[in-house]
C-alpha cells in the first residue's frame, strides 16, 4: 500500500532537469501540463517537432492501475508478454463487480461469492506478478488511488475512463485500455498523440450550495462531450486555489464527459493538506522543494491566451448550482432554469430516487454537506419523499464518516448506505422494476446518465448534480424543487426552508480506517500459481489474434451500419455482462447489441447477407466468421465515447470484423481498435457515409502500401451491380501500422520479448 518515495524523487528529479531543457528547446513558458508531459519522454529530451494534436509521442508513466472488470483482459494480456514482473508499480482495484440490491453488508458477501473465481484469479496474477491488490469493499479505483497514490508532478495510466480524477492532486492521469497498460507494464513506452491544451481560469470563490461539482457541470455545458477531445484540460487562477483537493478530482474526473484527454491542477496549499492529511507528508515535502514546477509558468497564467489552444474563465462566486440532463451528461441547466426545463420537455418531474457518492462525489467534503441537508430534515421534521442511496467512495472514507456519526444522519432520513464500490453508477443496480421500462427520473452525483446506463431502463430520465443538490431533491421528492428559493411543507404542515448545506474539506479528527483492504503482492511471485479453470464461463486464456495477410481487404460484408450516438455502453454493454469480462468469447455475445441498426432503426437486428434473414449482431457475425468472411462495421460521429473498455475493441477482433469506418473516434476507443489489430478508418467527406447501403460488399484498397498520411480508398459493391469508391482517413503512424501488420500490438511485445 505504501507508495514508492524513491520512485518519485527520481520523477521530481527529471522535473527540474527536463523542464529546464524543454524551456530551451521550445523557446517559451511552459504550462504545467507541458512540464509534466516533458519531463515524462520515453527518450528524457523535448522535441519542437511535438506539434500539438499532431505528433505522437512515446511516454514513460510511472504507474498502472486497473479496476477489477477491465484487469482481467489486461492481465491475461500481461500473461502473454513473458515477463516475471511489472515493470512499474501497478495495482489492481475490485470496485466494478459489486451489485447494488440491498446494502453494504449483504451485497458486498453476495459478490465476494458469487464473483470468487475471478477475484481468485486477480489475487493471484497480482501475487505472481507484483501488483498491489486492492480486495472487494476497499472502495472505488479513483478515490483510492487519490488517497494512496496520486502525486503533484506524476503520469499515471488507468483502465479506466475516470483515471483523470488523481488529477486533483496535480498528477497527469490518463484512461487507457488494456492493451496500453500491458505495454507500459511489460517495459514499454506509452504512446499519446500529444495533446491539444485548453485553459480554464476560475476565479472568485464558491459558496452557498454551489460546489466544485457545479464547475464541471458549467464546463461540460460549454465544451459539450466532444469539446474536450484531443486536449488536456488545465486549470488556473485563485478560484483553482480555493477549492479542496478532492473538489478538485471531482472536476478532473469528470473531464472525462468532455472528451477530454485529461484534467489537471497545479499544486497548492490544498494540495499539501491532504497530503499530509493522508499520510503522505514525505511527498508533500518534497514537492514543497520544486512547487515552482508543479504549477504553470507565471507568464502563462497572465496572458493564457498566448499559451492554451483555448481559454475559458469562470468566476465561481457567480456560478450557480448546475443539473445536466437527461441521457447526456453535457446539457447543462442553472438550477434558476431548471423546473422551466423540466415542465417544458414534459420530463416527470416526480423523483424517484436520488443517488449520491460514486467515484465522482465521495469525498469526506461530499458526504459531509449532503449530511448537514440530511439532519436539517430530521430537524424539520421533513420526511425524504424518494428513494436515497449513499455510496462511499472507499473504506478510509466510509470508516471515518461513520465514525463522525454522518451515516446514522442518513440513515435517519431513510437512506441506504451501498458497498464501497461503483453500483449503481455503472449499472450494476438490481433496481426493483427496472425491467417495466416505466418512464421516471433519478438524480445521482455520478458522471455519467447514457440512457440505459444506470439501471438498464432506456425510460430512466438520469440527471447528475451535486451530492448537495441531490439530497435537497430528494427531500422534497420533484425535480422542479429549487432548494435555494422555494419551501417545503414538514410533517407538522409548516413550511420550512432548507439552509445552505456546510460541511469539512478534511475530518478535523483525521482520517482513520481499520482494515484498507489491501494484499501485497508476494516478494518473489516464481512459484505462485494463476488460478485460471479451463472450464470456467468467466475466464479464458487468451490466444495471439493472427497477422494481416499482406493483402488488401477485399469481399468484406457490411456487418451494421450504427445511427446516431455509439458508446462502448452500445458495443459492449456493462450491467449484467460484467461477470464475463475475463471471457473473450462469452463477452462477445454482447457486441454491438447496443447499437441502432440505420436500415431499421432497431437495435440488435441486422440482416445476414449469406441468408437474408435478420438477427442479433453477434450470431450475425458469428455466421460470417464461420464462412470465413470479413465485415465491415460503420459508425457517426465520435464512435466509442464514454467508458475505457477494451472489450469494445477486443469483441469485433475475435469474432473477425476487420475494419471500424466512422465519422469520427473518441480517442481511447480509437487507440483500443489499433492496439488489437483492427483497421479503424473514417470517412474523408462525411457525406460518405450516406453512400453504404445494407447489402454492401466492400473492399479497402491501398493496405499494400499502408503509410502514415496516406489515405485508403474504400469501394462499394452494391447488390444491384452498381459500385461508389472514395477514400477514407487514418491516424496510424509507423509503429501502430506494425501493430497491424503483425495482428495486435501485444504480438509485437511477445516477439520482443522471446528476443531479449
Same mark, same amino acid.
Given at each position: 500500500m505504501a507508495f514508492d518515495i524513491d520512485m518519485i524523487k527520481k520523477v521530481y528529479s527529471n522535473l527540474e532537469s527536463r523542464v529546464e531543457a524543454a524551456r530551451k528547446v521550445v523557446n517559451k513558458p511552459l504550462t504545467l501540463t507541458e512540464k509534466i508531459l516533458y519531463s515524462h519522454l520515453w527518450h528524457g529530451e523535448a522535441h519542437e517537432a511535438y506539434g500539438r494534436g499532431v505528433s505522437y509521442v512515446d511516454f514513460a508513466p510511472d504507474r498502472v492501475a486497473m479496476q477489477d472488470a477491465t484487469a482481467q483482459m489486461a492481465l491475461l494480456q500481461f500473461m502473454q508478454a513473458g515477463r516475471p514482473k511489472v515493470a512499474v508499480p501497478s495495482t489492481v482495484h475490485c470496485d466494478h463487480l459489486i451489485q447494488a440490491k440491498v446494502g453494504a453488508a449483504e451485497d458486498l458477501a453476495t459478490a465476494n461469492s458469487t464473483n470468487k473465481e475471478v477475484y481468485d484469479f486477480l489475487s493471484s496474477v497480482s501475487n505472481k506478478y507484483g501488483i498491489g491488490f486492492w480486495k472487494p469493499g476497499a472502495g472505488i479505483i479513483h478515490q483510492v488511488v487519490l488517497e494512496n497514490y496520486a502525486f503533484p508532478g506524476g503520469m499515471m495510466i488507468g483502465t479506466d475512463s475516470h483515471t483523470p480524477n488523481a488529477g486533483g492532486l496535480g498528477m497527469i492521469a490518463i484512461g487507457v485500455g488494456g492493451a496500453d497498460a500491458c505495454d507500459v507494464m511489460a517495459g514499454f513506452a506509452w504512446e499519446l498523440k500529444f495533446p491539444k491544451l485548453i485553459g480554464i481560469k476560475l476565479t472568485g470563490k464558491l459558496s452557498g450550495w454551489t460546489s466544485a461539482k457545479d464547475v464541471i457541470l458549467k464546463v461540460a455545458g460549454i465544451l459539450t462531450v466532444k469539446g474536450g477531445t484531443g486536449c488536456i484540460v488545465e486549470y488556473f487562477g485563485d478560484g483553482a486555489r480555493s477549492l479542496s483537493a478532492t473538489g478538485k478530482g471531482t472536476i478532473c474526473n469528470m473531464g472525462a464527459e468532455i472528451g477530454a484527454t485529461t484534467s489537471i491542477f497545479g499544486y497548492d496549499e490544498k494540495s499539501e493538506e491532504y497530503l499530509r492529511g493522508t499520510e503522505r507528508g514525505e511527498i508533500a515535502d518534497l514537492a514543497n522543494a520544486i512547487k515552482q514546477h508543479l504549477t504553470g509558468d507565471d507568464e502563462v497564467y497572465a496572458n493564457p491566451e498566448a499559451y492554451f489552444d483555448q481559454v475559458i474563465e469562470i468566476n465561481l462566486s457567480e456560478l450557480e448550482p448546475h443539473i445536466n440532463g437527461p441521457f447526456t451528461p453535457d446539457l447543462a441547466w442553472p438550477i434558476s432554469k431548471f423546473a422551466d426545463a423540466v415542465k417544458e420537455h414534459n420530463w416527470p418531474a416526480k423523483l424517484e430516487v436520488g443517488l449520491i457518492g460514486s467515484c465522482t462525489n465521495s469525498s469526506y467534503e461530499d458526504i459531509t454537506r449532503a449530511a448537514s441537508l440530511a439532519q436539517q430534515a430530521v430537524d424539520k421534521h421533513l420526511v425524504a419523499k424518494s428513494e436515497y442511496t449513499v455510496t462511499p467512495g472507499s473504506e478510509l472514507v466510509r470508516y471515518t464518516v461513520e465514525r463522525d456519526g454522518y451515516l446514522d444522519t442518513f440513515e435517519k432520513i431513510g437512506g441506504t448506505v451501498l458497498a464501497n464500490a461503483c453500483g449503481p453508477c455503472i449499472g450494476q443496480w438490481a433496481r426493483h422494476g427496472a425491467d417495466m421500462q416505466e418512464k421516471n427520473s433519478i438524480i445521482t452525483s455520478f458522471n455519467r446518465n447514457f440512457a440505459k446506463r444506470n439501471d438498464g431502463n432506456p425510460n430512466t430520465h438520469a440527471f447528475v448534480a451535486s451530492p448537495e443538490i441531490v439530497t435537497a431533491l430528494a427531500i422534497a421528492g420533484s425535480l422542479t424543487f429549487n432548494p435555494l428559493t422555494d419551501t417545503l411543507v414538514n410533517e407538522d404542515g409548516q413550511e420550512v426552508k432548507l439552509d445552505e448545506p456546510q460541511g469539512l474539506q478534511m475530518p478535523l479528527k483525521g482520517y482513520a480506517v481499520e482494515d484498507a483492504g489491501y494484499q501485497a503482492p508476494a516478494a518473489d511471485g516464481s512459484q505462485v500459481q494463476v488460478i485460471v479453470s479451463p472450464t470456467s464461463s468467466r475466464l479464458q486464456l487468451l490466444e495471439p489474434f493472427p497477422a494481416w495477410e499482406g493483402a488488401d481487404l477485399t469481399g468484406l460484408k457490411l456487418?451494421?451500419?450504427?445511427?446516431?450516438?455509439?458508446?462502448?455502453?452500445?458495443?459492449?454493454?456493462?450491467?449484467?455482462?460484467?461477470?464475463?469480462?475475463?471471457? *473473450?468469447?462469452?463477452?462477445?455475445?454482447?457486441?454491438?447489441?447496443?447499437?441502432?441498426?440505420?436500415?431499421?432503426?432497431?437495435?440488435?437486428?441486422? !440482416?445476414?447477407?449469406?441468408?437474408?434473414?435478420?438477427?442479433?449482431?453477434?450470431?450475425?457475425?458469428?455466421?460470417? !466468421?464461420?464462412?470465413?468472411?470479413?465485415?465491415?462495421?460503420?459508425?457517426?460521429?465520435?464512435?466509442?465515447?464514454?467508458?475505457?473498455?477494451?472489450?469494445?475493441?477486443?469483441?469485433?477482433?475475435? *469474432?473477425?470484423?476487420?475494419?471500424?469506418?466512422?465519422?469520427?473516434?473518441?480517442?481511447?476507443?480509437?487507440?483500443?481498435? !489499433? !492496439?488489437?489489430g483492427m483497421l479503424a478508418i473514417t470517412f474523408s467527406d462525411s457525406n460518405d457515409y450516406n453512400k453504404v447501403q445494407e447489402d454492401d460488399t466492400i473492399d479497402i484498397v491501398g493496405l499494400t502500401d499502408f503509410a502514415p498520411g496516406k489515405q485508403l480508398k474504400v469501394v462499394l459493391h452494391h447488390a444491384d451491380g452498381s459500385e461508389e469508391s472514395f477514400l477514407v482517413n487514418h491516424t496510424y503512424n509507423e509503429q501502430q501500422i506494425e501493430w497491424f501488420k503483425a495482428g495486435a500490438a501485444l504480438n509485437i511485445i511477445r516477439m520482443k520479448q522471446q528476443q531479449a
Open positions: 456487418l451494421i451500419k450504427a445511427k446516431g450516438k455509439c458508446t462502448t455502453d452500445h458495443i459492449s454493454m456493462a450491467g449484467p455482462w460484467l461477470k464475463f469480462r475475463g471471457h *473473450l468469447d462469452n463477452i462477445s455475445n454482447n457486441m454491438l447489441i447496443g447499437a441502432i441498426n440505420y436500415f431499421n432503426d432497431t437495435a440488435d437486428h441486422v !440482416k445476414n447477407q449469406l441468408t437474408g434473414e435478420y438477427g442479433p449482431v453477434p450470431a450475425t457475425q458469428r455466421a460470417y !466468421k464461420a464462412a470465413g468472411i470479413g465485415t465491415v462495421v460503420v459508425g457517426d460521429e465520435n464512435y466509442g465515447e464514454g467508458s475505457s473498455r477494451e472489450h469494445a475493441a477486443m469483441e469485433p477482433r475475435h *469474432l473477425g470484423v476487420r475494419v471500424i469506418l466512422v465519422k469520427s473516434f473518441a480517442r481511447i476507443h480509437e487507440t483500443n481498435l !489499433k !492496439k488489437q
